[in-house]
């Protein structure tokens, strides 16, 4: 049903922007993210709350402690600021997975994908 009605919207937010294919194309390519990035937003969660992911290869989980270092140092981190983490991390994983998808439309389906299954 939720899917039925994130379709909804899509169809009715495609249909406003036909004439702007490059902005047509990026929402249709979000529109068929959402159902296939769960499992990256549940493995950025798992980050955050400290939860080491065994279903991610040692190459990808290298760059992710690199590029967020401030996840491992220790320190403690604000609410929002974790979720900006969560947020960046699950796009880096979309990414890798989806080389061809852009930044902008990697985060649109993290978040639409979060706001799915955060419905239920």
Same mark, same amino acid.
């Given at each position: 049903?939720?899917?039925n009605?994130?379709? #909804?919207?899509?169809?009715? $937010?495609?249909?406003?922007?036909?004439?702007?294919?490059?902005?047509?194309?990026?929402?249709?390519?979000?529109?068929? $993210?959402?159902? #296939?990035?769960?499992?990256?937003?549940?493995?950025? *969660?798992?980050?955050?709350? *400290?939860?080491?992911? *065994? #279903?991610?290869?040692?190459?990808?989980?290298?760059?992710?402690?690199?590029?967020? /270092?401030?996840?491992?140092? *220790?320190?403690?981190?604000?609410?929002?600021? $974790?979720?900006?983490?969560?947020?960046?991390?699950?796009?880096d $994983?979309?990414?890798?997975?989806? /080389?061809?998808? =852009?930044t902008?439309?990697?985060?649109?389906?993290a978040?639409? =994908?979060?706001?799915?299954?955060?419905?239920?």
């Amino acid at each position: 049903m939720i899917f039925n009605r994130i379709g #909804n919207f899509f169809a009715a $937010l495609l249909s406003k922007f036909r004439g702007n294919s490059k902005l047509h194309n990026s929402l249709t390519y979000v529109e068929d $993210l959402i159902p #296939n990035v769960g499992p990256f937003i549940k493995i950025a *969660g798992d980050i955050i709350v *400290g939860i080491i992911p *065994g #279903n991610v290869d040692d190459a990808t989980w290298s760059f992710i402690k690199a590029k967020y /270092p401030q996840l491992f140092d *220790g320190s403690k981190q604000d609410k929002d600021l $974790l979720k900006l983490y969560a947020l960046g991390i699950a796009t880096d $994983l979309i990414q890798k997975r989806f /080389p061809d998808v =852009s930044t902008t439309v990697s985060r649109a389906a993290a978040q639409f =994908s979060y706001l799915v299954q955060n419905s239920k």
